[in-house]
């Protein structure tokens, strides 16, 4: 038997919509990983360029933006402060000074030593066998990448 089709009122209600759904979910996870960010000293920006970085050593800072979906505004201050922080340097690329390449310093790579408890904490609290979060995940992603076409 075919579930009865949504009414208008029903579509509107906010229970209904996968964007405030997709918005709670993310804000959820945001304060998840608060406490063991806060103990590496970085915010959640910073951890997710951490993680491209550590995937790929001397990326530009262009390809880092496109990678984690933030505009130079944004990433400009946020690698600043990881370079404050010491644990990445930003240089003139040799081959074309007009790109700046992001590297991991020392400290920053000895950080990935520290972070990588992180996605166990999370499987756990979340509840998710690693299966159940790389399907969600991919799921997510998709969603993403049609949103952007």
Avoid: N
């Avoid at 995937?55 to 130079?72: A, I, K, N």
């Avoid at 240089?91 to 790579?109: P, S």
């Avoid at 408890?117 to 790389?134: F, H, N, Y």
């Amino acid at each position: 038997m075919a579930s009865p089709r949504p009414t208008a009122d029903d579509l509107l209600k906010l229970d209904h919509q996968l964007c405030f759904a997709l918005y709670s979910a993310s804000l959820a996870m945001t304060k998840l990983y608060k406490p063991w960010l806060e103990e590496l000293g970085l915010t959640y920006p910073q951890y997710i360029a951490m993680l491209a970085l550590w995937e790929e050593d001397g990326m530009t800072v262009s390809t880092l933006g496109e990678r984690l979906h933030l505009d130079s505004g944004t990433l400009t201050p946020l690698l600043k402060r990881l370079e404050a922080a010491d644990y990445v340097v930003r240089l003139r690329d040799v081959d074309d000074e007009r790109r700046v390449r992001i590297r991991l310093t020392t400290a920053g790579r000895r950080l990935r030593t520290r972070a990588a408890r992180i996605p166990a904490c999370v499987l756990e609290a979340t509840q998710c066998s690693p299966g159940d979060a790389i399907a969600l995940t991919q799921q997510v992603r998709a969603l993403r990448d049609r949103l952007g076409e």
